[in-house]
């Protein structure tokens, strides 16, 4: 499906998005979410196997097929596309992936697999959680053969030749499908959604705690994981690296402390005024509070310039779906029906 956007077009592969060369071979390819730049990245790996991390949704993947055409990728030059986790926004356009590169294996969480052999699940829950952008900008995911699919654990290793291996960490908390991956040859790592977003334009690193399975202490110890690996890069999926990573990691576990806080207080805040019974007002409270509170996150200064910024963070990471994750994980926890994950 060729996606209206603003680069000019070939209608066979569609127009190839901007990539962008980073030092060990790492090579970003952006997906072009939405028509805009700098949403979603998905990194080439270079190396005698190569390995594409993060795909982008279904809507978008003709650019980054086109992209990795470009960089010289045969169809049966990829050998794998590793997913940090199934949601669509990373994870659409596997099954168009997976058609275009038929050598390739679909690497994934355990606990996620099955979801992309039978995705139907997959697009109706998405369906529900994005509504109207479903149809706009992701768009269904298509069933992956149970033989493409590899599903994986953690400490897992992924053999890419000449040495080059990522090693797959169980990293849950944004996702209970959630995994981080670990480049030997870079020491990078590439986070998915665990550690945050931060799209240029922001002034910090905003938590993605969205439905419907975020767990608080699930990402704290995720993030730690990372600490503990002490790696040279940290490459987000939404969008770039940041510098330097111990910092960043730390700011990671500070913004999630702090954001999980404001947001019990408002929690318990409009419990309190409901008389300890959920009415439903809670979440609304509770995104009111959040907006009010981190909407200095975008610069000011960059919003004059680029009315765009703001536009681009609210589609992929509105405080709204925020405090959704975070409400839902408090009533969970509240009501003992948290499992523990991780
Ligand atoms: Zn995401």
């Not at 090579?27 to 594409?52: H, K, N, Q, S």
């Not at 168009?96 to 139907?120: C, K, M, W």
């Not at 960490?169 to 870079?186: E, N, Q, V």
Request: net charge negative; charged share 25%; aromatic share 6%.
């Amino acid at each position: 499906m060729i996606h209206d956007d603003a680069t000019g077009d070939d209608a066979t592969d569609g127009p190839a998005p901007p990539i962008e060369r980073y030092d060990d071979g790492i090579i970003a390819i952006d997906t072009l979410t939405a028509g805009m730049t700098d949403v979603t990245a998905g990194y080439l790996i270079e190396a005698p196997r190569p390995a594409l991390i993060e795909c982008g949704p279904a809507l978008s993947i003709e650019h980054v097929i086109a992209g990795l055409r470009e960089l010289g990728m045969d169809p049966s030059d990829l050998a794998y596309l590793v997913l940090t986790h199934i949601h669509l926004d990373h994870a659409g356009g596997a099954g168009d992936v997976a058609a275009a590169f038929p050598d390739a294996t679909v690497v994934v969480s355990e606990v996620g697999a099955r979801h992309l052999h039978d995705p139907e699940r997959l697009n109706r829950s998405a369906a529900q959680v994005y509504g109207t952008l479903f149809d706009s900008i992701y768009g269904a995911c298509t069933p992956i053969e149970a033989d493409r699919i590899e599903a994986v654990a953690d400490g897992d290793i992924l053999d890419l030749g000449a040495g080059r291996e990522l090693e797959l960490m169980y990293t849950p908390g944004h996702a209970k499908h959630h995994i981080g991956i670990f480049d030997s040859d870079s020491g990078a790592i590439f986070s998915g959604d665990s550690v945050g977003v931060k799209l240029p334009g922001m002034t910090s690193l905003r938590p993605a705690t969205p439905p419907a399975d975020f767990h608080l202490e699930a990402a704290l110890r995720s993030i730690g994981r990372y600490r503990e690996r002490r790696p040279e890069r940290v490459y987000l999926a939404h969008y770039g690296p940041v510098d330097p990573p111990e910092v960043a990691l730390a700011e990671a576990d500070e913004r999630l402390r702090l954001w999980a806080s404001v947001a019990e207080a408002a929690y318990l805040e409009a419990l309190e005024a409901t008389g300890s019974q959920p009415t439903g007002t809670e979440l609304d409270h509770v995104a009111e509070t959040l907006h009010r509170r981190f909407r200095d996150e975008v610069a000011e200064a960059l919003l004059a310039e680029d009315p765009d910024a703001r536009r681009r963070l609210e589609l992929l990471n509105d405080t709204r779906s925020n405090a959704a994750g975070l409400v839902r994980y408090f009533q969970r926890r509240d009501a003992g029906t948290l499992t523990d994950v991780g």
